[in-house]
């Protein structure tokens, strides 16, 4: 995954993608979901993308 990709995670909020130098998935968020109940999921916030398939490398 060498580009960005805009996904949206579980709660609603739309982020988008690319992989850190571990070599995991990260998401930036870009807009906030409406019903989002997380305080850290704040525009420009990195999170660690949830799921198995984005915790390895490519």
Known sequence: MNETARKTLPCGCQVDT????LGRVVGTIVARGEACPRP????????V???REHARPE
């Open 18 to 21: 690319q992989r850190d130098y």
């Open 49 to 51: 993308m949830p799921g």
């Open 40 to 47: 850290e999921h704040v525009s420009g916030h990195v999170v």
